[in-house]
């Protein structure tokens, strides 16, 4: 497998990205503000992560998805990982995350990866998404945000 940084004449793996955010809109809009990830096996994308500067000292993951076959054998959290070492390369002193509140898996995994819980942005999903996001039998409303300082 090969992880690199997506080429800026190269088509966005819409599809994976719409599977961890469905506004294409905001994805379109931070990955071309971002630094969009991907993760190869034999030429086929089977993850991808975007970067995406808050300020000068924090980036943000913004989205990371795993194409549905490749779930389940360790890749997210490999891509966590990268995520961190790439941040650290572009100067970045601080990464944050945010999921939704019935996320418990991603939750877990980015605590498994170092981060820590920092704020809770109440109603963020009801505000920004037109239609209600179920997620492991809840409706996700709530953005939980974790960081981690590198």
Do not use: W
Not at 15 to 40: M, N
Not at 56 to 79: D, Q, S, Y
């Amino acid at each position: 497998m090969n992880i690199r940084r997506l080429e800026a004449h190269e088509a966005l793996p819409l599809e994976l990205l719409l599977e961890a955010d469905p506004s294409e809109q905001l994805v379109r809009r931070y990955c071309a503000d971002g630094y969009c990830f991907i993760a190869e096996k034999q030429e086929t994308v089977i993850g991808v992560f975007v970067l995406l500067a808050i300020d000068a000292a924090t980036v943000e993951i913004k989205n990371i998805a795993i194409a549905e076959p490749e779930r389940g054998k360790g890749l997210g959290k490999r891509l966590v990982l990268v995520a961190l070492e790439e941040a650290r390369k572009l100067g970045f002193t601080a990464v944050e995350i945010g999921t939704g509140n019935s996320s418990f898996a991603q939750l877990a995994l980015y605590q498994k990866c170092g981060f820590r819980m920092k704020t809770i942005d109440r109603d963020f999903f009801t505000r920004h998404y037109t239609e209600p996001i179920i997620e492991n039998g809840l409706e996700c409303r709530d953005m939980v945000r974790l960081d981690y300082r590198l």
